[in-house]
Every structure is written in C-alpha cells, then in structure tokens.
C-alpha cells in the first residue's frame, strides 16, 4: 500500500497564479483533510471530507478550494495564490470508525512558496 | 488564540538526560493524541490517549493524560539522538466528525 501519496513535493508560484495539490490515498478511507503547517503553530485544518461529495470548511479555508468525486482522490486548490499560502500542506486519511478512526495517516506533504 | 498550548516550543538536551513535554488547554477533550514529526515527512501518531489520567508507555516514552482531560504531558527517560524532531499533541473533541486541534509542537535535538 501506498497510504497518502501528495504531489508535487515542491512547488513555487507567482502571486495570483493558481495551481492544485494533489492527494490521494490507497486505504479506502472515508475520511480525508487538508492541513497547512506554519513554523511555531501547529496544524491548521483547511477543509476536510467525509465521503466522497462531501466537504466542508475547517479553521483556515480562505483562499482555498476542494472538491471529493472519488473516495480515493481530495485535490486542494489555489485559485489565486498569495504570499501568506507560503507554506508547508499535508493531506491525512481516516477510517471511519473502529481503532482506525483514531489513527490519521498523513502523506509526506507539499512545499509551497509563492513569490 | 492556541487552544491548545504545548511547551517548551524548542528543547536542546545531551543524550542520556530526561525532559518533559507538556500539552495544556482549557478545554475538555475527548481524547488526545501524540505525534511525531521528521524533517520533509507527516507526522507520525505515537499513542492516542483517552481516560482521564490515563498513563501509557511507549518503550523510554511515557504519556499522561490529565484526569480533567484538558492536558497531557510527554516524558522521555534517557533521550537518544533518534528521538530528535517535532513532537505535537492533537486533542479530538467530541462530536465534530473527528477534527484535531494541534498544539504549535516542540522541537526537540538530542546531541550525542
């Protein structure tokens, strides 16, 4: 198995370019988030799904986009990308319930630098 | 505004020596969890925890969670130049499909 596999590894954009990361996971899990990671603060969850046609926002959605049509599959978007979506994405995957809904599976995650 | 707080953010310490992480909110979780982080990699879970004061090992690593369940700390005994990287605590609380809320993380170097 695969587990997360997130693409690309690095990415450097303009500012109001847009661009997709892309995540998709192997285990059929129905769970699926978007994290972006800042030096000294943590985690922030982006947007997030439970199924596939199911998203919704997490803290920090602004200026982000998802979409779910396949259980295997959560792309996040950048629409018009800007100097503060510098940062470091990591897409994670659950099980829906039993031990694994306590166990997230991240992927390797995805440098971005916008310039 | 952190909900939860995680100190100390960096901890430089020879091998051989102890430390102490800590994780604390004022809010109640449902259950809390561990993760590890290497450079260019996720992070990696350590343990999830989930009974107030609740006490698990993980071989030189030992996890508390406070019988209140607003807080949790992180000791590792005799530290090892392989337990350097970024240490986060997650809290889950209950009913909201299973979201994190992460610490800002700590840290850690062991020089040998």
């Known amino acids: 198995n695969a587990g997360v596999t997130q693409t690309p590894k690095f990415r450097i954009l303009k500012i109001g370019q847009s661009m997709t990361l892309q995540c998709a996971q192997d285990?059929?899990?129905?769970?699926m988030y978007w994290y972006r990671q800042d030096p000294g603060m943590g985690l922030k969850l982006i947007y997030y799904?439970?199924?596939?046609?199911?998203?919704d926002k997490g803290e920090v959605p602004n200026g982000y986009n998802v979409s779910r049509s396949t259980t295997e599959d959560f792309p996040l978007r950048l629409e018009l990308a800007a100097p503060s979506q510098t940062s470091v994405y990591f897409c994670?995957?659950?099980?829906?319930?039993?031990?694994?809904?306590?166990?997230?599976?991240f992927g390797a995650g995805s440098r971005l630098t916008v310039l | 505004t952190q909900l939860l707080e995680q100190s100390p953010q960096f901890l430089s310490i020879q091998e051989g020596e102890n430390l102490t992480v800590y994780c604390n909110s004022s809010?109640?979780?449902?259950?809390l969890q561990w993760y590890r982080q290497e450079p260019g990699e996720g992070p990696v879970l350590l343990v999830t925890?989930?009974?107030?004061?609740e006490v698990k090992k993980l071989k030189r690593l030992t996890f508390q969670f406070g019988d209140a369940r607003k807080d949790s700390s992180l000791h590792i005994t005799a530290a090892q130049p392989g337990d350097t990287g970024l240490y986060l605590c997650?809290?889950?609380?209950?009913?909201?499909?299973?979201?994190?809320?992460f610490g800002q993380g700590t840290t850690l170097q062991v020089k040998p």
């Open positions: 994670a995957s659950r099980e829906e319930g039993g031990f694994g809904a306590n166990v997230l599976t």
């Open positions: 809010s109640v979780f449902s259950s």
């Open positions: 925890v989930v009974t107030g004061g």
């Open positions: 799904s439970v199924g596939a046609g199911i998203t």
């Open positions: 285990m059929n899990h129905n769970y």
């Open positions: 997650a809290g889950k609380k209950s009913g909201n499909t299973g979201k994190l809320i």
